[in-house]
């Protein structure tokens, strides 16, 4: 496991974080450049989310601390963060059910990234077209299916003009078919230099982007490196995926 | 950008609600002639209506827009009719001192709101009870109201009746011809849709960008602005105020009624509502107790019937949208949806 200081990208030092009684995240240092695609996987209840929502600003930190680029942004909310270029989206997707998917889309234009009207306007359906929402634009969110609510967090997400994506299992409950689109969608954002840290189970899908993988157990990550070495790592069959291999 | 981008355009308007605004100009237009050819006796019920429709405006805009639902926004009603006694006391002009207590009541929402907005869904709507209930115990304090025996607005009497009706009548079409502008172009706004966007998911929003603490507040303000300035004027018709009558959670149920029967959520809804409610209540309210009991039926029956109001229903069978306060792509090349 590497340990890290300070230094460009998206980085966190020993964070802690309890439920209760429960410790989710213990001591744990991540690290990413601005041009990288990391994978994260494990069981459940590894702490996936929750290092995800620690990066995000959902919640406070009970140790350590986050910088973005050199700068400190512990204290700084979730939206506050996004400003600045991280954005989340959620396991479970969150669309403003009252509202159709063009509105969803420019509430995050508006607000997640420094513009006017007409960029906001621009931005939203830029994000909307990279998410394959066109023939949906006008559709109100609480009538969308699955693939479309997923790929409306992507859109919201994208319209913020992040610098760092994090996806909470987007890919969960879509077809075969439906990954590969997404997969295209999240390789052209690799393309424009977004960075992306992409919580999977399904690693075949995620191994498509991930040129770097992370595992986490119990609240530690327990394997990061290149995905076909952390796939193999004994650590990783034993907790992930499930054999007694030593 | 892409090519789709390119070719599509944002539509506010449509062809008929840029019609059915010309028509609430006219409507606006006569309505503020009307002291020249309707009775005294119309004059004071369109009064009552144009109130009503501000206190449905107002918490449809908090409830129906933000998800904040509310049980105490007597408080503001109560509020906006004590501080117009109370600066009518000191000497202003009665119809001054309307204009200012609503300010009033505006500033001091702004320190409620940093405690209530802390509250979510239930705890919120009943907190808003409790804190309406705190300030009329207060206000029954001031020695100037006499506890529940109240006072009259007696500086009314510097205008004689003709025309202190007229000022009223106008008063009130004016406040609410202002306030629905106002709530119109907040709700068209980007800080209108950041609003939609808390009331739906609060966690999302927030991780967008948006900042719901400053968004709920300013939408707190304002209905408090908007429901004092209709307490203010309720008191100039009625003259008397009593504490009781005034923070009565009569109000917070009529507002619901009119919001839930005309449509939550739709700005056209909570004005048919303020229109049906005032109608049967012109009708039926000789009818005593059975006229509440009905109120609390219809309401019930359209939660569960119709939840989207009937204007919610309009709008899903003809694609109603006459004063649309969201927005719509407009696609040259094809427009299945």
């Known amino acids: 496991m590497m340990t890290h200081t300070t230094s460009d990208g998206l980085l966190a030092n020993g964070i802690v974080k309890h439920f209760g009684s429960v410790s989710v995240l213990k001591n744990v240092d991540f690290s990413m450049k601005t041009d990288e695609a990391v994978g994260i996987v494990g069981p459940n209840g590894a702490g996936k989310t929750t290092l995800l929502s620690a990066l995000a600003g959902a919640f406070s930190l009970d140790e350590g601390s986050i910088f973005l680029n050199n700068q400190e942004v512990t204290d700084k909310s979730a939206s506050e963060r996004c400003s600045l270029g991280v954005v989340r989206t959620h396991q479970i997707p969150k669309p403003f059910g009252g509202m159709t998917v063009f509105e969803n889309v420019l509430v995050a234009s508006s607000y997640g990234v420094d513009s006017t009207k007409e960029s906001a306007y621009q931005f939203a359906l830029d994000a909307i077209q990279l998410s394959g929402m066109e023939h949906v634009a006008n559709r109100q969110a609480d009538s969308l299916g699955l693939l479309d609510r997923k790929r409306l967090e992507l859109a919201r997400a994208l319209a913020t003009q992040p610098k760092f994506l994090l996806l909470d299992e987007i890919a969960g409950g879509l077809t075969e078919a439906e990954s590969i689109q997404l997969v295209d969608t999240i390789k052209e954002l690799r393309r424009r230099g977004i960075g992306i840290l992409w919580i999977e189970h399904i690693v075949h899908v995620l191994l498509q982007v991930a040129e770097r993988l992370i595992c986490m157990d119990s609240g530690e990550i327990i394997a990061d490196g290149d995905p076909k070495t952390v796939l193999s790592d004994p650590q990783v069959v034993k907790a992930y995926l499930g054999g007694g291999v030593e | ?337």
């Open chain 2, 1 to 337: 950008m892409s090519q789709w981008a390119k070719n599509v355009s944002i539509q506010r308007w449509t062809p008929s609600s840029r019609r059915a605004v010309m028509v609430a100009g006219v409507v606006l237009l006569v309505l503020a002639l009307a002291p020249l050819f309707a009775s005294n006796g119309m004059l004071d019920r369109l009064t009552a209506l144009f109130i009503y429709v501000i206190l449905a405006a107002m918490w449809n805009a908090l409830a129906g827009y933000g998800g904040l639902i509310s049980v105490g926004q007597q408080a503001f009603f109560g509020l906006g009719a004590y501080f117009t006694i109370r600066l009518a006391n000191v000497g202003l002009d009665p119809f001054i001192s309307v204009g200012l207590s609503a300010v009033i009541v505006g500033v001091i929402s702004y320190p409620i709101s940093l405690i209530m907005l802390r509250l979510k869904g239930g705890e919120f709507a009943i907190g808003m009870w409790v804190i309406a209930s705190i300030l009329h115990l207060m206000v029954n304090l001031d020695g100037l109201i006499q506890g529940e025996t109240g006072i009259s607005l007696v500086s009314l009497n510097h205008y004689d009746s003709g025309s202190r009706l007229t000022i009223i009548y106008l008063l009130t079409l004016g406040s609410m011809a202002g306030l629905l502008t106002l709530l119109f172009f907040v709700l068209r706004s980007k800080t209108g849709s950041a609003i939609q966007a808390i009331r739906d998911d609060e966690e999302a929003a927030t991780s967008i960008g948006v900042k719901p603490e400053k968004t709920k507040r300013l939408l707190f303000v304002i209905a408090a602005f908007g429901i004092g300035a209709a307490g203010a004027l309720w008191l100039t018709s009625a003259t008397t105020f009593l504490p009781k009558t005034y923070f009565s959670v009569q109000w917070s149920a009529y507002m619901i009624f009119m919001v839930l029967v005309g449509g939550i959520g739709k700005f056209e809804g909570a004005i048919l509502g303020a229109i049906i409610f005032f109608l049967v209540e012109t009708w039926f309210s000789s009818t005593g107790v059975w006229y509440l009991v009905s109120l609390g039926a219809i309401a019930i029956a359209f939660s569960l019937f119709l939840p989207k109001g009937i204007w919610g229903e309009l709008e899903r069978r003809f694609n109603w949208r006459f004063l649309p306060v969201g927005y719509r792509v407009e696609d040259p090349k094809k427009e299945k949806q």
